[in-house]
């Protein structure tokens, strides 16, 4: 199975600033890599896929970048509903293995 | 307005058996491929399976291979997933999720349903 490793976790941060978070693969994932945001007591809500992607609705101040085993995702001007945790996840391979989540506080 | 809910869920001993449905609207349940993930209480997300369209491909994680089914009903825009042999590590909150499949760039899921509590306790 290809490993995320994701980091840091968690993070602090204060409202305007930029942050960024970093996955790694275990091997070369192209760029089949997903980020999500999740709220307590909420289902996770896709950010960006395709390691770029940003997705429809989703703020402009995300974004992703990175290809074959290192991304990242920064946040720029942290707004207060940024404040979550936040999960990379390949599908490069099944299983389609997730990071193990940055709390950003 | 696209929804998937969630049914099933509840407190099962060890060694039982539970039936997640997840019942989609909104878009064309037969033109996509689904994916369940799970979270145990305090943790991360983990994918437990997905399925192709039409139901001829469907691939597990290595914990619940042999033991957890994915199955669907086009027909009646139903996902389901079925677990047998229930162990205290099942215990968690099982989503079910719309998947977009692409073949430049990997499968991404972008519609979640809210979840359905598994308990495992005797």
């Known amino acids: 199975d290809i490993q995320i490793t994701q980091s840091p976790s968690p993070l602090s941060a204060s409202v305007g600033d930029r942050v960024t978070i970093t996955c790694r693969a275990s091997q070369s994932i192209i760029n089949f890599l997903n980020w999500y945001q999740q709220k307590p007591g909420t289902a996770p809500k896709l950010l960006i896929s395709a390691a770029s992607n940003l997705q429809s609705g989703v703020p402009s101040r995300f974004s992703g970048s990175g290809s074959g085993t290192d991304f990242t995702l920064a946040i720029n001007s942290l707004q207060p509903e940024d404040f979550a945790t936040y999960y990379c996840q390949q599908t490069y391979n099944t299983p389609h293995t997730f990071g193990q989540g940055t709390k950003l506080e | 307005e696209v929804q998937l809910v969630e049914s099933g869920g509840g407190l099962v001993q060890p060694g039982g058996s539970l039936r997640l449905s997840c019942e989609v609207s909104g878009f064309s349940f037969s033109s996509y491929w689904m994916t369940w993930v799970r979270q145990a209480p305090g943790k991360g997300l983990e994918w437990v399976a997905n399925i192709k369209q039409d139901g001829s491909e469907v691939s597990y994680v290595d914990s619940v291979r042999g033991r957890f089914t994915v199955s669907r009903d086009n027909a009646k825009n139903s996902l389901y997933l079925q677990m047998n042999g229930l162990g205290a590590e099942d215990t968690a909150v099982y989503y079910c999720?719309?998947?977009?499949?692409?073949?430049?760039?990997?499968?991404?899921?972008?519609?979640w349903g809210q979840g359905t509590l598994v308990t495992v306790s005797s």
């Open positions: 999720a719309r998947t977009q499949n692409d073949f430049w760039s990997g499968q991404s899921s972008d519609y």
